[in-house]
């Protein structure tokens, strides 16, 4: 059955950089992008990126200048690094499966606290 | 970017009344040449991942119960539940999956009462 896993720090200092990585199953992403989404304590869903199969990338225009998304597919890990973190970006961080009917599979999500 | 506006942003009902949270896009999300209409509807509990409840606007998610129903076309959308049950008690999003950024709406905080 298809599995995201998700895996990375729970604590960044701030301005310090934050890597996750998306372990995937259950499909190849040869043939499925995987997207990057945040959400903030008590608040909403925010959309920052995404890996497609073909390995180009699209960000979030906000975060566009201190994120990378990166993949290698023969270990089935998708691989999400963000720069100069502070306090607002303090939130749990989930990979989801793209599929054309939408999001149907997300990891279990990272809690990740910016603090010294 | 597709801007995706819900109302209310909480609503508080019984066990058993219909409830009913509106999605609202500022472009129209239906696809020309297939017609189908790229809006996604999520249930998230406390603690957990969002689960998609109904996509292509009106499409119900294998194993989701019949009580959700999504409607609308073009740039509004409704997300109903025809008898609220308690373990309904989650925040629902939309999201618009016609064009990339992917964004979704602020969502709507549902409370039984």
């Known amino acids: 059955q298809v599995q995201l896993k998700q895996s990375g720090p729970g604590l960044v200092q701030p301005s310090q950089s934050l890597s996750i990585t998306c372990t995937v199953s259950?499909?190849?992403?040869?043939?499925?992008?995987v997207h990057w989404v945040r959400q903030s304590p008590g608040k909403g869903l925010e959309w920052l990126g995404v890996?497609?199969?073909?390995?180009?990338?699209d960000y979030n225009a906000a975060f566009m200048s201190r994120l990378s998304i990166t993949k290698d597919n023969s270990k089935s890990q998708v691989f999400f690094k963000m720069n100069s973190l502070q306090a607002d970006d303090t939130a749990i961080y989930y990979c989801?499966?793209?599929?054309?009917?939408?999001?149907?599979?997300w990891g279990q999500g990272t809690l990740v606290t910016v603090s010294a | 970017d597709i801007v995706m506006t819900q109302s209310p942003s909480s609503l508080a009902m019984s066990v058993g009344q219909k409830v009913t949270m509106s999605c609202k896009s500022s472009q129209s999300l239906l696809n020309s040449s297939n017609q189908k209409n790229y809006l996604a509807w999520y249930q998230q509990k406390p603690g957990q991942s969002p689960k998609l409840l109904v996509y292509?606007?009106?499409t119900r998610e294998s194993g989701v119960p019949d009580r959700f129903i999504g409607s609308g076309s073009g740039t509004d959308f409704t997300l109903t539940i025809s008898s609220v049950q308690a373990e309904d008690l989650a925040d629902y999003f939309c999201q618009q999956h016609y064009s990339t950024p992917r964004t979704f709406g602020g969502g709507t905080k549902l409370e039984i009462k």
């Open positions: 890996i497609w199969r073909g390995g180009s990338t």
């Open positions: 259950g499909f190849s992403l040869t043939s499925y992008g």
């Open positions: 292509f606007a009106s």
């Open positions: 989801a499966k793209n599929e054309e009917r939408g999001f149907a599979y």
